[in-house]
């Protein structure tokens, strides 16, 4: 039988792609159906047709699956930011799971057996966990201002203050910004003509310091009447920094480099297993804190320290892994391309009063072979934490060099983590152990640590 686009089909899904969309078949034909969850019967409006394969839009559910929910956030389905607020939480951890574990045998190589991985560490409460957020700002057809999140693979903006993901003091900050704009006629950003000035409201909050970080970024150097909104934000309980960061560039990238202060600190403070961090606008830092201190002490595990090793942590970033490990190693060595960030580490350190780091700006494969070859220094134990695309091949090839006993791999993109873990098999470690961290509960991301050990000469 051919199918054809807009067919209407009757499709049972029985299982979930990467992306969190239904699988189903129709006699002996896939669909791939968004918003659908295995288990689910629904109508299907075939939107894409290829030959063994096609893409439809899910028109009804007929009979629910039994792991289906309600989800309680009336914009899931349009929103690009939650994929499977629909299926129930305990299925969203084997979703991810099953993930990891698919993604090792088919990009890694792996057999069933050579997977030692316990279940995926869930929330108990899988909302409001988020510490950072950016809304775009823009205007509606009737040319009011909005804000809100980008619709899945669009810019279009679902108005929407109130992000279940987030805080909620969120909503007080988007209310107060967008009255201001609309008072003193302050235009919003137009992306497809580059004119209007603010472009995003990126909002951080210290889970465990109640500190309140608001910055406006913005197409220009200058924001009109800020000492007004000033005076409106500072009255927010937990206000800290209020900055300006100028981007006027036509694109995606949502910071630019430039940073100015409103008025407060540049920064605001937040603690993770008992260790200060100072986090600006521009730094990385994990956005989910409660699983961080656990994704972090899964790594110390991991990492098998026992107060006398040498560690390098690759990708450091603002020294977040690098001080927890710190604690209970003879000597760290973090390595980060970022100058702000390496600063940022080297104040960390400081405010935690710990002595035995040492950070390192550069590429971590122009770094090591360097400290490596001409200082002689070694290693017992890697960690690195990688961008989603995953290890360089030379900073794999010098780890290797290197020949530490423990190599222990965190990962926010189980792909490319495979990927390297097979480069890692090939050249002398074996995987040990791996740990799935639901980092972010209603999406279908998912945190992986891996450990690996050196194969017995």
């Known amino acids: 039988m051919e199918f054809k686009k807009n067919d209407l089909l009757t499709v049972t899904i029985e299982d979930m792609g990467h992306d969190g969309e239904g699988i189903g078949k129709c006699d002996g034909y896939t669909v791939f159906v968004k918003d659908a969850v295995i288990g689910d019967t629904v109508r299907v409006k075939l939107m894409k047709t290829r030959k063994n394969f096609g893409y439809g839009r899910l028109m009804e559910i007929l009979t629910p699956s039994p792991d289906r929910t309600e989800a309680p956030c009336p914009f899931a389905r349009p929103c690009g930011g939650c994929q499977i607020q629909a299926l129930s939480y305990e ?39 988020r510490n950072k957020a950016q809304f775009p700002v823009g205007t509606d057809r009737e040319g009011r201002l909005v804000t809100g999140f980008y619709a899945g693979r669009t810019h279009s903006i679902i108005p929407n203050r109130k ?38 409201v990126l909002i951080r909050y210290g889970f465990h310091t109640g500190q309140v970080m608001v910055c406006l970024v913005v197409n220009g150097t200058k924001l009109p009447h800020s000492q007004e909104l000033v005076e409106r934000l500072r009255r927010i309980e937990g206000m800290t920094s ?15 480099s430039q940073v100015r202060l409103l ?8 603690t993770i297993g008992g260790i200060q961090y100072q986090i600006s606008p521009l730094s990385f830092f994990q956005v989910n804190p409660v699983q961080t201190e656990k994704l972090y002490g899964k790594a110390l595990e991991f990492a098998g320290l026992t107060g006398g090793e040498t560690v390098w942590d690759l990708y450091c970033g603002i020294g977040t892994i690098s001080l927890f490990l710190a604690r209970k190693a003879g000597k760290v060595y973090g390595v980060e391309i970022v100058p702000e960030a390496i600063a940022d580490a080297g104040k960390n350190a400081e405010i935690n009063g710990i002595e035995n780091v040492e950070f390192f700006v550069g590429r971590a494969e122009d770094v090591l072979p360097e400290k490596y070859e001409k200082e002689g220094i070694r290693a017992d134990v890697i960690v690195v934490d990688p961008p989603r ?14 020949g530490p ?13 495979a990927r390297d873990l097979k480069y890692l098999r090939e050249r002398g ?14 999406t279908v991301h998912v945190e992986t640590v891996a450990l690996l050990t050196r194969k017995a000469q």
Not at 101 to 127: C, Q, T, W, Y
Not at 242 to 256: H, K, P, Q, S
Not at 263 to 270: A, L, R, S, V
Not at 392 to 402: A, F, H, I, N, W
Request: hydrophobic residues 40%.
């Open 242 to 256: 209020i900055l300006l960061n100028v981007n006027r560039e036509r694109t995606n990238v949502i910071l630019g």
């Open 91 to 129: 299925k969203q951890l084997e979703f991810k799971a099953r993930k990891i574990r698919n993604n090792l045998k088919r990009i890694g190589g792996f057999a069933d057996e050579e997977i030692s991985m316990e279940p995926v560490i869930g929330m108990e409460h899988p909302f409001g966990y």
């Open 389 to 402: 695309k995953g290890c360089e091949e030379s900073v794999l090839d010098t780890m290797v060099k290197m």
């Open 163 to 200: 992000c279940l993901l987030g805080v909620p003091v969120n909503e007080t900050i988007l209310d107060t910004v967008l009255d201001f704009m609309e008072e003193f006629g302050v235009t919003a950003y137009q992306e497809d003509t580059g004119k209007g000035l603010v472009r995003h």
């Open 405 to 417: 006993e423990r190599i222990v791999y965190v990962s926010c993109d189980s792909a490319t983590l």
């Open 263 to 270: 008025w407060g600190q540049e920064y605001i403070t937040d």
């Open 429 to 442: 470690y074996e995987v040990k152990k791996v740990q799935g961290v639901d980092m972010f509960p209603e």
